[in-house]
């Protein structure tokens, strides 16, 4: 074989973003797959809290948000790298996903694991990351709508 694939994961810490992680990382437990996880903070404490990257009373730091958000990749995937890019607080769902879809074409993933509730809807709601970092892309996409 001897060539190496990259496997990019978005992730959130939700729980269909957990269930993508871990799937890469079982895929690429063998020499030829790297993964790399890659996750976008909005300097916005309401969507921090949404996501619980604080708690209630705890004031919104992006590099606090960053160290809790690798040991957290890092707890299901040892050898996965992680990248992360805070960007403004009006960051719109599209601008993250455009933003995700920057990283996983710097990183020239091969797959991108994808964890959404709502990417294979016909009729995908606008807020929705996934169906926007799903389009127009140059890599394969492992679709996860299921934490099982």
Request: charged share 20%.
């Amino acid at each position: 074989m001897g060539e190496t694939l990259t496997f990019f994961v978005p992730f959130d810490g939700t729980e269909l973003a957990v269930a993508a992680l871990e799937r890469a990382d079982t895929l690429a437990s063998g020499p030829d797959a790297t993964v790399i996880v890659g996750t976008i903070v909005p300097k916005d404490r309401d969507y921090a809290r949404e996501r619980d990257w604080i708690g209630a009373n705890e004031a919104l730091d992006p590099e606090v948000i960053e160290e809790r958000l690798l040991s957290w990749v890092t707890n299901i995937s040892p050898t996965a790298a992680f990248r992360c890019q805070t960007v403004g607080a009006h960051v719109s769902s599209g601008g993250i996903a455009t933003r995700l879809r920057d990283m996983a074409e710097d990183v020239d993933a091969d797959v991108v694991f994808l964890g959404s509730e709502n990417v294979g809807s016909v009729a995908a709601p606008i807020s929705s990351i996934g169906t926007n970092v799903a389009t127009r892309v140059s890599y394969d996409i492992y679709l996860v709508q299921s934490a099982n």
